[in-house]
């Protein structure tokens, strides 16, 4: 049996049984490596501590990759989807409709056609005009829609992925749900079965959680309700960070959602992904200034946008250990923006041009925000199982860049 995850054996960092080096050598850098293994002990911890009435709707933003689509259909997973691009992959990836729920601020006309055609469990409205619309629309069958509750709950995490605070563009009060429920029945084709709520992402304390689900159950016992949605958020280890930890998460969903008698819904993202994905970069040059020195990798902020877009830090290993001196220095890439530095002041044994080094905790939120800025390609995905390994995205070449481009005749 070969240990899942992220170790070294014999000096060399390897994904499940896999040298990242030969990974680095055969694919190119850089490039996203996905550890298949843990993915599924993610699931098979959750899961444990959810039980298995829970419905585990898998929040595609984070890695939309279709092979880790399909890792959570074979798993059983439903889906929490935020565009017709995520449905469209998730149903391509197997995900049954009827355990795909749809979230998100500004769904437009197309996007909310499509989710009627596949029938998806329930569509999370975020205001009293996307109803109107939905209505509009003149849907072929009853449409289940699900009320976005704003529990108004700080969640005491970065500012940018803080969803449920009072002032965010999400969910409504729970006085305008009240409301719209009351108008409710003159729309045959609108069944409300459900509300929601999501209250940010990388949430490390169980308190925002309590408000929140309080919140949900409150409002529960005032509108007539099949199912409840309470959102994603679990956090992971970074750096120091103390998580959540799930056993409690789900003590408190035991002791405050499940005694309602309601179907369950949760949507976590990074908790299943996040810490099963490094990025690969490679070591162009050791730049020395009259400060630190600054290691410059070939991934850039495009490639991982987290460190520029929210502080998030990415501890980096190399995939060979050297007993060489220690050197404090800087870790950038290559884009032409100051922001494109992953770590500052980073302390670890003096690499060579050529090297190849690890960010970690990179399986969430980093492909599925990468970018061409600068002309960069996207990086190549590579999915590791046990001792298997394939190229799960092929990386851009500069057709891929500039496919679509053209330039009017009257130019010349
Ligand atoms: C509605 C909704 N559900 C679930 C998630 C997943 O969050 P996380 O990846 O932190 O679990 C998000 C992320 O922003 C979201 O907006």
Redesign the pocket.
Known sequence: MSESGFHYRNGIFHADAVDLNDVAQEYGTPSYVYSAGMIRDNIARLRTALGPDVLIAY?C??NTNRAVLSIMASEGLGA?V?SGGELRRAIAAGIPAEKIVF??VGKTDGELRLAFDHDIAQI?IESAAELERIVALNPARPVRVGFRLNPDVEANTHAK?S?GHGESK?GMPSAEIRQLYKEIARYPMIRPTGI?T?I????TELEAYRDAFHALAALAGEVEVESLDF?????IVYTDEQPVDVAGYAQLVHDILTPLGKKLTT?????LVGNAGVLLARVIDMKKTPGKPILILDAGMNDLMRPAMYDAIHVMNPVTMNQNNDIICDVAGPVCESSDIFLRGWTMAEPARGDVMALMNAG??GFSMAGTYNSRPLPAEILVDGDRHAVIRTRQDMDDIVKGETVPGWLG
């Open positions: 929040a933003k984070a929490d935020v979230s998100g999370n992925i969803t999400f929601s999501h940010g992402s990388q949430l959102g994603g958020g679990l956090g949507e976590p993202g990074r908790y969430a939120y």
